[in-house]
């Protein structure tokens, strides 16, 4: 097998990378001249491998070839996807032990009394409606281990330094929370002691002793530090980032590790890569796997990162709709929103994210009525079973569709599947409309209204609550159904422009083609930069944050040569967390510094903090004399990688070919049957105008045109709705 360096360089023809969602796994397959060809499977949730190479096979086909020859000429395969949060929201990771600082043994429960994680406004009001999230680890399996280091204060001179040690490690604690985790069973050890990021020998200590332990068991279990993991402050984060790594990482591995096998069976000569949280991509050996957690809508948002860019967009709100969710994100000044601490799934992590909100609205969402006659449209999701029109046991959005005659029952993956559109309408009459005394096309009318009402509120509440503009933004709208529904979500809703691609539905599989390889190092730090500091006071500071950076830089080099990088052909970016004295919160400032050692860097840095908080806050809420805090410092290492091409095509005229031209069907919208002109995605032309009512088809997704409405495509094959 190529190394990974000669695998990120090489000349070899075709990038892959895949989405796999909860209910298709979509391939993007980039040619040597840049282009793309889209393949799509269900996704097999017992079987990734086995859908793995069937989206493949299914782009593979498009151009004439087997999933056998693009492996062979593959350079980059890449693969992301919800394992991880699958594995997280269903308790079926694996059996975690935990060893905390004593005194700290219910910290799994309290978690900061954080009750009210992913719930609405209304709800968060009210705190009986609060409940605790679902332990990651059982209560029984923590064990409280006697120790502390000292972990400073920003008043340095009227307290105990950091790092000094308080109460020495009982190492017969240790020895006795080991033999009970044996005893219980544990398939992984993780240990967590309170001020572990200022100082790790505790940890790594009481690692060495678990290991011992384990050893003369005679069982082979992992030992996971949280200062390895997530060396940063706020240990209730930190620990879920831990209990994450331990519960769900290993398992996700796996999955992963089954995929890249049946890759290389195929024909694919290097290593699978999967995409971090935060933008990037890493392979199956990335030791803090946890960071892949939503690896595949982090895509989506990379993905029209890059399209705002060519595009010359400044802002952008994505819009991707697959079958289970609809997730809303914002690109501002080019640059995509990342949270420090963000939270997930009931759980606050110490993890950098792309800052992404979802609601429960999908194309596979289960549509009911209770005993009061009240709609509701998901949680639940059919995933892969689509439903009642193909295999699942409820009403869908997708079923309502099909109804309506928005999505054609014969052509569903291009023809693969053929839908059940009479048990669609069947079901929508006795489910919804009898039962409030409707017709089925005036319930599917309101069921539509719902379910695009959810979504366009979810995407105004994003820009709205952080004082933007919605008329500053253009939204991307992408996803399997994304298109479908774009004429719903963006109605009575100001934006700058709306636009979608001929490949949305492997939108996200492209945004993973289009990823960096990259890793990214955190560190915390306890700095303080007073007002009126003197040049041998910023000296000292600098030389501080420096040396967290080169120890930073010394762990990538590390970690990236044992992925097989040559570590000569690294880049690096540099950025810390900074606040304000007396601020709660820290904020991610980004640095063209290399280097720093004197006054004038230090300087350098917080101007650059002033300039990242004026671009959030109205000057007027700056207040330098407070002083600075440094909390955190990063390190982003690159290793050059191939990327895909975006070809800018010679426009044409206006009227789409008659090559383009499929039939005429009728379509209830809105309330009223409409005569709608259906056209091939594949034979539109840059520079084609669309008049509606029309649908576009391709294989993988369908785009409505209201009446009135219209669709130009642009020399990028973008198409802009009207």
């Given at each position: 097998m190529e190394s990974l360096t000669d695998q990120l360089k090489t000349e070899k023809k075709y990038i892959l990378a895949l989405d796999a969602g909860g209910t298709m796994t979509d391939t993007i397959l980039v040619m040597d001249d840049g282009t793309f060809t889209v393949g799509k499977a269900l996704t097999n949730k017992q079987n990734e491998s086995a859908s793995y190479l069937e989206s493949v096979d299914d782009a593979a086909k498009s151009v004439g070839l087997t999933s056998a020859k693009v492996h062979e000429q593959a350079a980059i395969s890449i693969y992301a996807g919800t394992g991880m949060l699958n594995t997280l929201l269903t308790g079926t990771g694996k059996k975690v032990g935990l060893l905390v600082t004593r005194g700290f043994e219910d910290i799994s429960i309290m978690e900061g009394g954080l009750t009210y994680l992913g719930q609405t406004q209304s709800e968060i009001l009210h705190n009986q409606l609060h409940?605790?999230?679902?332990?990651?680890?059982?209560?029984?399996?923590?064990?409280?281990?006697?120790?502390?280091?000292?972990?400073?204060?920003?008043?340095?001179?009227?307290?105990?330094?950091?790092?000094?040690?308080?109460?020495?490690?009982?190492?017969?604690?240790?020895?006795?929370?080991?033999?009970?985790?044996?005893?219980?069973?544990?398939?992984?050890?993780?240990?967590?002691f309170i001020n572990s990021y200022i100082d790790i020998s505790h940890e790594h200590r009481a690692k060495e002793i678990a290991l011992d332990v384990l050893k003369k068991s005679d069982v082979d279990i992992p030992v996971v530090c949280s200062s390895d993991?997530?060396?940063?402050?706020?240990?209730?984060?930190?620990?879920?980032?831990?209990?994450?790594?331990?519960?769900?990482?290993?398992?996700?591995?796996?999955?992963?590790?089954?995929?890249?096998?049946?890759?290389?069976?195929?024909?694919?000569?290097?290593?699978?890569?999967?995409?971090?949280?935060?933008g990037g991509a890493v392979n199956v050996e990335y030791p803090r796997l946890y960071e892949t957690v939503i690896s595949g809508p982090v895509g989506g948002m990379m993905g029209a990162q890059v399209m705002s860019r060519k595009l010359g967009?400044?802002?952008?709100?994505?819009?991707?709709?697959?079958?289970?969710?609809?997730?809303?994100?914002?690109?501002?000044?080019?640059?995509?929103?990342?949270?420090?601490?963000?939270?997930?799934?009931?759980?606050?992590?110490?993890?950098?994210?792309?800052?992404?909100?979802?609601?429960?609205?999908?194309?596979?969402?289960?549509?009911?009525?209770?005993?009061?006659?009240?709609?509701?449209?998901?949680?639940?999701?059919?995933?892969?079973?689509?439903?009642?029109?193909?295999?699942?046991?409820?009403?869908?959005?997708?079923?309502?569709?099909?109804?309506?005659?928005?999505?054609?029952?014969?052509y569903f993956l291009g023809g693969k599947i053929t839908l059940d559109a009479e048990k669609a309408r069947k079901a929508l009459k006795e489910t919804i409309a009898d039962p409030l005394g409707l017709d089925i096309y005036e319930a599917g009318k309101g069921i539509l209204e719902v379910v695009n009402a959810q979504m366009r509120e979810a995407a105004k509440a994003i820009m709205v609550s952080k004082g933007y503009n919605t008329r500053d933004f253009t939204m991307m709208c992408y996803g399997g159904a994304g298109p479908v529904h774009m004429w719903g979500y963006t109605q009575d809703f100001e934006l700058a422009d709306v636009i979608t691609f001929p490949y949305?539905?492997?939108?996200?599989?492209?945004?993973?083609?289009?990823?960096?390889?990259?890793?990214?190092?955190?560190?915390?730090?306890?700095?303080?930069?007073?007002?009126?500091?003197?040049?041998?006071?910023?000296?000292?500071?600098?030389?501080?944050?420096?040396?967290?950076?080169?120890?930073?830089?010394?762990?990538?080099?590390?970690?990236?040569?044992?992925e097989g990088v040559d570590p000569e052909k690294l880049e690096y970016r540099y950025g810390f967390y900074g606040r304000y004295m007396g601020q709660l919160e820290s904020f991610e400032t980004l640095?063209?510094?290399?280097?720093?050692?004197?006054?004038?860097?230090?300087?350098?840095?917080?101007?650059?903090?002033?300039?990242?908080?004026?671009?959030?806050?109205?000057?007027?809420?700056?207040?330098?004399?407070?002083?600075?805090a440094v909390t955190e410092v990063f390190v982003q290492a690159i290793a050059p990688k191939a990327m895909p091409v975006i070809i800018s095509h010679e426009l044409q005229g206006e009227t789409p070919p008659d090559s383009a031209y499929v039939e005429t069907r009728q379509v209830s919208h809105e309330g009223k049957f409409y005569d709608f002109k259906v056209w091939q995605m594949s034979e539109l032309q840059a520079g084609n105008v669309v008049q509606g009512p029309s649908i576009i088809r391709d294989p993988m997704t369908t785009v409505i045109i209201p009446p009135e409405k219209r669709v130009e495509i642009d020399q990028y094959m973008v198409l802009h709705y009207r």
């Open positions: 409940s605790h999230t679902r332990p990651i680890v059982d209560p029984q399996n923590v064990y409280g281990v006697s120790e502390r280091i000292s972990g400073g204060s920003y008043f340095m001179d009227k307290h105990i330094a950091p790092g000094t040690v308080l109460a020495s490690l009982s190492e017969k604690h240790v020895r006795s929370g080991v033999e009970k985790l044996i005893a219980a069973k544990v398939e992984v050890i993780g240990i967590l993991i997530a060396p940063v402050s706020k240990e209730n984060n930190r620990l879920k980032s831990l209990l994450l790594q331990c519960s769900a990482a290993e398992h996700t591995r796996e999955t992963i590790t089954n995929v890249e096998k049946a890759a290389q069976a195929d024909g694919y000569d290097g290593r699978l890569l999967t995409l971090l949280s935060y967009l400044k802002n952008v709100c994505t819009a991707d709709m697959g079958g289970t969710s609809f997730d809303v994100g914002l690109i501002v000044n080019n640059m995509l929103s990342i949270r420090k601490d963000p939270d997930f799934a009931g759980h606050r992590l110490a993890l950098p994210m792309v800052a992404i909100d979802s609601v429960g609205s999908g194309a596979g969402s289960a549509i009911w009525i209770d005993e009061y006659k009240r709609l509701h449209v998901g949680p639940e999701s059919a995933g892969s079973d689509v439903g009642l029109c193909y295999k699942y046991d409820k009403l869908t959005v997708t079923d309502v569709n099909v109804a309506m005659g928005y999505v054609d029952p014969k949305a539905a492997a939108f996200s599989a492209f945004g993973g083609a289009c990823a960096e390889y990259l890793h990214r190092y955190h560190k915390g730090v306890v700095l303080t930069i007073p007002n009126g500091s003197t040049d041998a006071e910023k000296t000292k500071i600098a030389l501080k944050i420096d040396q967290a950076m080169r120890s930073l830089e010394d762990t990538a080099r590390l970690e990236m040569k044992a640095i063209d510094l290399s280097c720093i050692k004197t006054p004038g860097d230090l300087d350098r840095i917080i101007a650059a903090f002033e300039d990242m908080y004026t671009n959030i806050y109205p000057e007027g809420a700056r207040f330098p004399d407070a002083g600075y």
